[in-house]
């Protein structure tokens, strides 16, 4: 069996397992897509929004491309955010990063890697805005993760002020954005503690959450970084509950 035959394959398993422990399944999936959250993350193949959710496909919608960047000219995302926001009535906006991104960390020391160098100047864009920050921060390890959250804040900033967002929050839309990052490491998400649900909310949001960065960051070059990322994720855990039991099934 080739490679691709053997993709078939374990597709046509999945269906028939999925349909045997959930009987209807697909057909109700084929009724309606209404899914409350539009998780904007990174290509990388290693971070599936639904699996890390624990939620079912048509539970999240979702925008990927390399080191989750939302750009303002970038139509394919814009157009994503207004399809949610306007047809499918997202409640929730989540910017997910990741530790350990490739993307940000060819950023962080100038790698050249192609095409893609022209999409990860937004990165460098990040990196350049808070270098105060980040050259406070001897360890290299903890200096990728710095700059991980730091773009998922900025991305957030970004997505609180395109004119989808803001269209829809002036309508009274009740939209909330939020910034996390996930753990390759452990399979946990951290809550960033950046949130908004409106627009006189987004620069509080943002400035708190980035003074909170700041200050863990100063401490946590003392602290052992398995222990900093368990402690952070604590937060996370309980906002992935209140997502899944808000979930209907």
């Known amino acids: 069996m ?5 993709l078939f394959e374990k597709n046509r398993e999945w269906a028939r397992e999925t349909e045997a422990t959930k009987p209807g399944f697909f057909s109700r999936l084929l009724q309606q897509q209404a899914p409350q959250y539009l ?21 999240v919608f ?13 139509l394919n995302a814009l157009s994503v ?19 350990g991104c490739g993307g940000v960390t060819a950023a962080l020391h100038d790698r050249r890697v192609g095409l893609a160098d022209n999409w990860i100047r937004h990165v460098k864009d990040v990196r350049n805005k808070h270098w105060d920050v980040l050259a406070e921060i001897t360890d290299p390890a903890l200096q990728v993760d710095a700059l991980c ?13 395109t004119t989808v967002v803001q269209d829809a929050w002036s309508r ?20 960033l503690s950046i949130s908004a649900g409106n627009a006189e909310a987004v620069e509080t949001a943002y ?43």
């Not at 998780?39 to 539970?59: F, H, M, Q, T, Y």
């Not at 939209?175 to 809550?191: K, P, S």
Request: net charge negative.
């Open 207 to 249: 400035q708190s959450a980035l003074e909170a960065l700041r200050e863990r960051y100063a401490h946590e070059q003392r602290t052992p970084q398995e222990t900093r990322r368990r402690a952070a994720s604590n937060a996370a855990l309980k906002a992935i509950g209140a997502v899944r039991a808000a979930t209907p099934r």
């Open 39 to 59: 998780w904007i993350g990174c290509a990388d193949s290693r971070v599936p929004a639904n699996e890390i959710l624990g939620l079912l496909p048509g539970d």
């Open 149 to 161: 959250e730091l773009n998922v804040l900025e991305q957030v900033h970004h997505v609180c002020s």
């Open 2 to 6: 080739n490679d691709l035959e053997e």
């Open 81 to 99: 955010m207004q399809f949610a926001i306007d047809i499918l009535a997202v409640k929730h906006i989540f910017v997910v990063g990741h530790y």
């Open 62 to 74: 979702v925008h990927r491309n390399v080191a989750n960047v939302v750009v303002h000219s970038d």
């Open 172 to 191: 009274g839309a009740a939209l909330i954005v939020h910034g996390w990052v996930y753990g390759l490491h452990d399979g946990l998400l951290v809550d």
